[in-house]
């Protein structure tokens, strides 16, 4: 029932509404600390390997100073551009009413012209299943990485790393289904205090060996990449690890807005991450056998304890972080029909973006244990990372070079000038992670791939399911003519019948007649319809046409990221003029049995897994929360 319709106009001056990016001053700090608990989980974790996997590639050959300050340059200057640059200052802007993230990215770009829907759609399905694959990644390899400072503390840990990190990270995903609500509050503070500690070890360190702050000037990383050739590539991709994480800033925008975001960034998160990379720098200078850890090695022997305590809880956020985005992409992907319908848990009475979703929960858990038992250490998982995260950068620079051109009305030139300096960036971040594809690369690559071919069947096989159902199905106003002339026996009460298409007559509403012989005294014929912005207006969420006196057709307009509660939209109804009684009011669900077909447009391996997916998906009375005891369902077989 869930269908697209793309009806919106660009807000006044080619950018849409930024209905969330700019906050009261009373509520700024308390944003700000939260987004810093939320947003910045992933980015703020990656000390802990990303240096030391970048040096691993020249360690054999012996440690050069030019090298060190070079990998550290490199660092820096992908969150100056990637993070700073792109997102933090450009990709920002581009908001979907107040929301960001790849699906909000791209309704904004078919909005802008639909010559470009195609292949925009398509990149928005790639984004949102290369994402998958990040999500499996990030809570292995964060929480594992934390752990192995326990063998830094006494070697006797050593055995416990692989279980304690299990532990941990099946109890966090058990523990999703209680909702994060009371948990979040800790999360600002306590990345509050991560940042400050990584910022002080940094602080600590750099007068080791001072010369590492050359690392800000440019050349001497381009001056690395140039001298080492083949190795200087493989290093690009160890240090893309700095800013896994960076998509975050665009997608969690709707949660906290835009200033306290850009905020945190600029006088916290960036300056803590700038320091702790110059000091690990600085450390490996002037001890260079502290290349085995210079993370956790750069902390007192008193402090190392804590600090991995404090870096567990930490990576335990990130991972929070990441489980919570893979709920609302799911969400977001089910309301655009890109996915079966799920059953979907509100956790929250009043935060309506906390949701779980036990079957996303349940795959990403056997996901990520997998991993973890498969790689063994993060050094392994390093090697997994990457190339899903940096292809999803390519396709949000795909996507805001048609927004930058079409919404906002750059010239072609200025347009491709900008997101062509931005994808030359990441292009060669992708090309130095795909040489890992063998040693890992290929767990995203095989996540995203699988993804994309579940949307692309479920998105195909509903449109085919559904051009066969209008084919074969009576327009309504013909068969209302037919029912004034032959007249069946009418009933007390109100009938409502949910469709996908309210121009033709409902399945539920002929078999009614067809075997029970009775038609309401009033029936309404609703349809739910997904918008490409993530929330309507309630004053536009209804449209109501009437048929006759006794048929009404209602469309109910919901955003991809609002829960489309139909008893709600019902007693707007009311409100509005439309008299029923919800108690003497009956819902007709159709159920259909699907059966695969030679003649279905589709392969049969196809076919096959979209009757497979249509079996688990979640039943309409809990998708739409309508009240169990008021409806009737009536089933019947189709073949696709």
């Known amino acids: 029932m869930a269908q697209d319709s793309a009806r919106m106009h660009p807000a006044p001056g080619g950018e849409a509404g930024d209905a969330h990016g700019d906050p009261g001053h009373g509520n700024l700090l308390t944003l700000t600390l ?54 933090v200052l450009f990709l920002m802007r581009a908001d979907n009413n107040g929301e960001g993230g790849t699906l909000a990215l791209m309704a904004l770009a078919r909005r802008a012209d639909s010559k470009f829907a195609a292949p925009v759609f398509f990149l928005g399905i790639l984004g949102a299943s290369l994402f998958s694959g990040d999500a499996i990644i990030t809570p292995a390899i964060s929480v594992l990485s934390a752990i192995e400072g326990l063998k830094l503390v006494t070697p006797l840990f050593e055995p416990y790393v692989l279980p304690v990190t299990v ?23 306590v990345m509050l205090v991560w940042f ?67 905020i945190a960034w600029v006088a916290l998160v960036l300056p803590a991450l700038v320091f702790n990379y110059l000091g690990q720098g600085a450390l490996v200078l002037s001890n260079p056998a502290a290349i085995e850890n210079p993370f956790f090695l750069a902390a007192p022997e008193w402090a190392l304890l804590p600090l991995v305590i404090l870096a567990t809880m ?42 779980f979703i036990p079957r996303v929960n349940h795959i990403l858990l056997v996901g990520v244990l997998l991993l973890v038992l498969m790689f063994k250490t993060s050094s392994a998982l390093a090697s997994a990372y990457g190339i899903a995260v940096t292809a999803s950068l390519v396709v949000d620079s795909c996507l805001a070079f048609v927004v930058v051109w079409k919404l906002w009305r750059w010239p072609l030139w200025g347009a491709a000038v900008v997101t062509g300096a931005f994808l030359c960036i990441e292009i060669a971040f992708f090309s130095a992670n795909v040489v890992k ?31 066969k159902t209008h084919r074969d199905s009576i327009p309504m106003p013909d068969l209302v003519r037919m029912l004034e002339k032959s007249r069946p026996t009418r009933v007390p009460g109100t009938a409502i019948f949910l469709t996908s298409d309210t121009s033709v007559a409902p399945t539920a509403l002929m078999h009614n007649i067809k075997h029970n012989k009775v038609l309401h005294e009033r029936v309404f014929i609703i349809s739910v319809r997904t918008e490409h912005t993530p929330r309507v207006d309630p004053s536009k969420r209804y449209e109501v046409e009437k048929l006759s006196d006794d048929f009404t057709r209602v469309t109910l307009h919901y955003g991809f990221m609002e829960s489309p509660r139909v008893p709600a939209a019902l007693a707007s109804l009311r409100k509005a003029g439309l008299k029923f009684d919800i108690m003497t009011t009956s819902f007709f669900l159709g159920r259909r049995t699907l059966k695969t077909s030679a003649s279905s447009g589709m392969p049969r391996w196809q076919d ?33």
Not at 167 to 189: C, E
Request: glycine fraction near 12%; aromatic fraction near 10%.
């Open 167 to 189: 532990v941990i990270l099946f109890t966090l995903f058990m523990a999703q289904s209680r909702g994060t609500g009371k948990v979040a509050t800790f999360f600002g503070p």
């Open 314 to 355: 930490a990576t335990v956020i990130a991972s929070q972080a990441t489980i919570t985005g893979a709920f609302s992409l799911a969400r977001q992907a089910i309301q655009l029909g890109l996915l079966p319908r799920l059953e979907i848990q509100h956790t929250s009475p009043t935060q309506e973006g906390q949701i």
């Open 608 to 640: 096959q897994l979209f009757v497979s997916l249509s079996k688990t998906a979640a039943n309409a009375t809990d998708f739409f929360s309508i009240p169990s005891d008021r409806v009737v369902e009536l089933g019947a077989q189709v073949t696709v």
């Open 437 to 467: 594809l063998l040693d890992g690369g290929y767990v995203p690559v095989l996540v995203g791939s699988t993804m994309v071919v579940i949307m692309w069947t479920w998105l195909r096989g509903t449109r085919l399911l559904e051009s």
């Open 34 to 87: 939260g987004s810093v608990g939320v947003v910045y989980g992933d980015i703020g974790t990656s000390p802990l390997y990303a240096l030391r996997e970048s040096l691993a590639h020249t360690h054999a050959a012996g440690l050069v100073e030019g090298d060190v300050i070079g990998i550290v340059s490199l660092l820096l200057w992908a969150l100056f551009l990637t993070v700073t640059i792109k997102y």
């Open 196 to 262: 400050l500690s990584i910022a002080v070890l940094g602080l600590m360190h750099i007068g080791d060996a001072p010369r590492v702050l050359n690392a800000f000037a440019p050349q001497h990383g381009l001056r690395f990449l140039g001298a080492h050739g083949w190795v200087g590539f493989l290093v690009l991709g160890s240090v893309f690890l700095a800013v896994t994480g960076a998509e975050a800033l665009y997608a969690d925008m709707g949660h906290f807005g835009r200033s306290p975001i850009q």
